[in-house]
């Protein structure tokens, strides 16, 4: 197949795979072997007669902009279709609209049991932030069990018909309910539950919401790969852990690689995924739920497993190493230390690399000195996972172990409306600090975290670069942190691919490299804005073969995302091939 008459994304050579890179310009053509899916030869102008077959196909790109294939490197595909399906609560701006858009979808769909929904936000429902309790889902639905997940999905509020169903006969809050491990049941005065659950509480009411059938799973799979694919995307890190998996209740997705070999099987997985199960699967599921190390089977690949460290911002069990402003809470760590460091010597002694959830500094810390007592390096390219605060002595940690940043560029403006308030001032300079952690060497990888964000990487990308809106003064919209274009592609690109330990045969477009790229309708190198154009994707490439060609508008079935701006889905097993 010959590609022609295109501007062909070329990044400058590097001695190192992920050293920071600029554009060296473009090519005008590239010859793929369509067997392999890999590219053979490119150059600039016309393609000369001797690279020209008769009998093969050709592209005329008619000028467009070609770009490497992008990555998101931490995205939950299942949820962004499951919660198309949900009662979507973002933007609610009172009580009343919660009400009202939670009676429209009981009324739409009268013969389910359980009313779940997502996105409500206290600090948006009343001035004074007060969380929804099951007295204000009661008087909307008391006959029928609700569950509904604050926006960061660490936090869900259920109705009296709900904590009945799990348990709860009177007034007083259950023995059992007072110690979990790592969650808190809400009580009022008189220690009576207001319907509340935080963390690893939410699993003693969620645990009763019926399980999905394979073929509903299936379908969602679908969905989501097929808005990522729309977006541009051609390989992603599926997170398969689910909120009740993080503290060990195996429920919802937990055959997701075994669905994945199944759609593969069907020719429905169009782009790669990289499935990531959850570390306390090691050792105990059956190779059929978790694959052997390095698993390879077409698209589908599994090389490590997660881990959280602590909880989320926005609902403020983050664990910070100074308590949040005009408090004495310091958030949530999920383990003590002597616990983390196990997770992870268990993990790396069965092969598999370690991607660790840590959005506050003090869990930060303790994940970084777990891994290094653990003994991880470079070579074993350990993964943490957010890392929305940090503090110069982390970054130089982090530098020097050789540990990545998985960092969504999209939370700056999402947690812009409340981080202001709840962080303590100290750690403004090192907060979302995406320039400073690339200057000391630190290879930060690009994601989305969908569907808590839009599975758009041109939207990443955008704020990455912007980190803004017009007139904003909040102090996360630091100027001094913004990216260039070409650091913020790369992000999506090249350190993509270093991720996934792919970075020989992805993240850009040269001889021997599959032919993974998405040809887009703007040159959006020269223009930024136009990273939000609505029609910017006019086909996407994996190995060679068309996977999308739209040229049309696309909406993001964007969501909350999951216990940890957030977290888990579910297992996997190996692989069939």
């Not at 509480?201 to 399980?211: C, D, H």
Request: hydrophobic letters at 35%.
């Amino acid at each position: 197949m010959l590609v022609e008459n295109g501007l062909i994304w070329q990044w400058t050579n590097a001695v190192d795979a992920c050293e920071p890179r600029e554009a060296s310009g473009y090519v005008n053509w590239m010859k793929i072997d369509e067997k392999e899916g890999r590219i053979v030869a490119l150059g600039s102008g016309k393609a000369p007669d001797f690279i020209r077959d008769q009998n093969e196909v050709t592209i005329d790109l008619q000028g467009k902009l070609v770009l490497p294939g992008l990555h998101d490197s931490h995205i939950h595909v299942y949820l962004i279709g499951e919660v198309a399906h949900y009662v979507d609560l973002r933007g609610t701006r009172s009580f009343e609209e919660l009400e009202q858009r939670v009676k429209a979808h009981a009324k739409k769909y009268p013969d389910i049991e359980w009313i779940v929904g997502f996105g409500w936000e206290q600090d948006k429902l009343s001035s004074e932030a007060r969380y929804p309790s099951r007295y204000d889902l009661d008087s909307i639905l008391p006959d029928r069990p609700v569950y509904l997940w604050r926006v960061c999905w660490h936090i869900s509020v259920v109705n009296s018909k709900a904590l009945e169903i799990a348990g709860w006969k009177s007034d007083a809050i259950l023995p059992e309910w007072k110690n979990i491990a790592g969650g808190v049941v809400d009580v009022d005065s008189n220690d009576v539950p207001t319907g509340v659950l935080r963390e690893a509480a939410v699993n003693i009411v969620q645990k009763f919401i019926k399980e999905q059938s394979d073929e509903s799973r299936m379908k969602y799979l679908d969905m989501g790969m097929q808005t990522c694919l729309q977006f541009g995307l051609t390989s992603k890190y599926f997170v398969v852990n689910f909120s009740n998996l993080l503290f060990g209740v195996h429920t919802n997705d937990h055959n997701a690689w075994y669905l994945y070999q199944i759609l593969q099987d069907a020719g429905q997985v169009p782009i790669r995924i990289y499935v990531t199960p959850d570390q306390n699967e090691v050792g105990k599921s059956d190779e059929k739920y978790l694959p052997q190390p390095k698993t390879k089977c077409g698209l589908l690949s599994c090389d490590r497993v997660k881990i959280f460290s602590d909880g989320s911002l926005g609902a403020e069990t983050a664990a910070l190493r100074e308590p949040y402003r005009d408090t004495t809470n310091r958030g949530v760590l999920m383990m003590s230390d002597a616990e983390m460091l196990n997770q992870i010597r268990v993990a790396k002694n069965a092969g598999y690399r370690l991607e660790v959830h840590a959005i506050g500094d003090r869990a930060a810390e303790q994940v970084l000195n777990a891994m290094e007592e653990a003994g991880l390096t470079r070579e074993d390219r350990p993964i943490l996972t957010h890392c929305q605060i940090l503090g110069p002595d982390l970054i130089a940690k982090m530098s020097r172990l050789g540990v990545i940043g998985d960092i969504q560029p999209s939370f700056v403006l999402t947690d812009a409306t409340f981080a202001e308030k709840r962080l303590p001032s100290s750690v403004v300079p090192y907060s979302y600090c995406w320039k400073s952690m690339t200057q000391a060497g630190i290879i930060c990888a690009g994601g989305s975290d969908a569907p808590i964000e839009t599975s758009n990487p041109f939207q990443g990308i955008y704020d990455a670069i912007h980190r803004t809106v017009p007139g904003s003064t909040n102090f996360l919209h630091n100027h001094k942190e913004m990216l260039s274009f070409a650091e913020a592609l790369q992000m999506y690109t090249i350190n993509g691919a270093y991720a996934a330990y792919d970075e020989h045969q992805l993240g850009q477009l040269a001889v021997g490299f599959y032919a993974d790229f998405v040809v887009v309708n703007y040159n959006v190198d020269q223009d930024t804005s136009a990273l939000l154009k609505p029609d910017i994707v006019h086909s996407v490439y994996v190995q060679g073969r068309k996977r999308y060609d739209g040229n049309k508008k696309v909406n993001s079935p964007v969501a909350p995302g999951l216990p940890g701006k957030n977290g888990k889905i579910r297992v996997c097993p190996c692989c069939r091939c």
